[in-house]
């Protein structure tokens, strides 16, 4: 019987082996990519740790001593605007005791404004910005100091609004990453918008299975057959070409609703369009995956962010969250179109919902063997290539070591 890291090995060598066929013989993963455990812990420490991760937005901590919770991969964090107004991650891990600062499980708000942060185990307290502030009854500590301790600083950066952490703290710039993404996206000035929607979903898949959803649209022609197929449908959608930091597809709208839009008077227009964006760029809506978990959807009006976090093989929480333009909440109909919005928003995200949790299913079946791939689901084939290269710089790394 093969040992472990044999299993993974052999794994790894046939994801590379399929990542290496052209999109014309593009087939898709073995089933273990998405159930195995050995698999997935490879992933949390050579792909998720390594990379930047997106967790929350700058509206969020809009005012100095804004706060709110992040948890990802294991990590209590907090996003918080310091009275400097510094937006920064730092750790929830209190360095006393370890006591999560901001434990949520009976009661507490996972966000709030406060002047400081106060430990419950034993009131100690830190500034927003990490400092400890307070120590009670340390005077007898022989060489304590309390000027030595602080809430950890996790490594952070924002692109265009959007806060990103890196675990690892030895990613590449973000900036520099995602820089062709961030031209394309300029337009939209994301670092102006304000999150509206925020829901929390928990999901038995695994985060692939919901990330490779989230990038294809071959899939209106099933999954979205009355909500999106009729405005993009399948056979019209088409995606970029390989860049090593993402993918982004193209949505088309129908003749008849981009016409409208070139006319000023769509009828898909839920709240004010953003005015920075060029009109012939309205008449399509863009699906963006920043490797490995970022993913947008852009409308001319709003924003659709998605926050994957995975919780094991076949598990994960999702953040399904729309920003739009502040002016925005101020339409005299806003509740209205809001409530409309919220309702669209929960009715496409229970159709992925089914599609993906019974992906999951058949990857636990011994009959699946992986299938071939449409052209329309290019985003898949690319993913597939941004893994082998993660698997190639991970064994690169081993050799060197």
């Known amino acids: 019987m093969r040992s472990p890291n044999d299993r993974l090995s052999a794994l790894h060598d046939e994801i590379v082996a399929t990542a290496a066929h052209p999109l014309a013989q593009a087939r898709c993963l073995p089933r273990e990519v998405y159930t195995d455990a050995t698999h997935y812990a490879w992933e949390i420490e050579h792909v998720l740790r390594r990379e930047w991760l997106s967790v929350g937005h700058i509206s969020q901590v809009s005012q100095p001593g804004d706060f709110c919770n992040v948890d990802m991969l294991g990590e209590p964090m907090l996003l918080t605007r310091g009275r400097d107004g510094e ?35 034993h009131f100690w307290t830190f500034a927003l910005d990490g400092r400890c502030t307070g120590a009670p009854e340390m005077q007898c500590a022989e060489g304590f100091h309390r000027d030595s301790v602080r809430l950890t600083p996790i490594r952070s950066a924002i692109w265009h609004g959007f806060v990103f952490v890196n675990l690892s703290g030895d990613a590449p710039p973000l900036d520099a990453q995602y820089a062709a993404m961030g031209t394309q996206l300029a337009p939209w ?41 009729p405005l993009f449908p399948a056979k019209t959608c088409w995606s970029n070409d390989e860049d090593p930091a993402f993918t982004v597809a193209n949505l088309p709208l129908i003749q008849p609703l981009a016409d409208e839009v070139r006319a000023g008077a769509s009828s898909l227009r839920q709240f004010l369009d953003i005015e920075t964006v060029p009109v012939e760029r309205r008449t399509n809506w863009y699906v963006y995956v920043g490797f490995p978990t970022y993913l947008l959807f852009a409308a001319p009006d709003r924003v659709f962010w998605y926050q994957v976090v995975p919780d094991g093989p076949e598990r994960m929480r999702l953040r399904t969250t729309m920003l739009i333009s502040p002016a925005a909440k101020g339409l005299p109909d806003y509740a209205a179109r809001f409530a409309a ?4 928003l929960r009715a496409f995200h229970m159709e992925d919902m089914e599609m993906c949790t019974a992906v999951q299913r058949g990857m636990r079946s011994q009959s699946y063997r992986p299938g071939r791939l449409s052209h329309l689901e290019k985003p898949l084939w690319l993913i597939q290539r941004y893994l082998a290269r993660r698997i190639g710089a991970s064994r690169a790394t081993s050799v060197a070591a």
Request: proline content about 5%.
């Open 87 to 121: 937006v920064r991650v730092l750790s929830r891990t209190c360095p006393h005791r370890g006591m999560d600062v901001n434990p949520t499980e009976f009661g507490r708000p996972a966000t709030g404004n406060a002047r400081v942060l106060r430990c419950p185990y």
């Open 189 to 229: 000035r994301m670092h102006d918008l304000e999150m509206v929607a925020d829901l929390w979903w928990n999901c038995a898949f695994n985060w692939k299975i919901l990330v490779e959803n989230f990038a294809e649209c071959y899939h209106h022609l099933g999954a979205h057959s009355k909500i999106f197929e």
């Open 341 to 344: 919005e919220m309702e669209m």
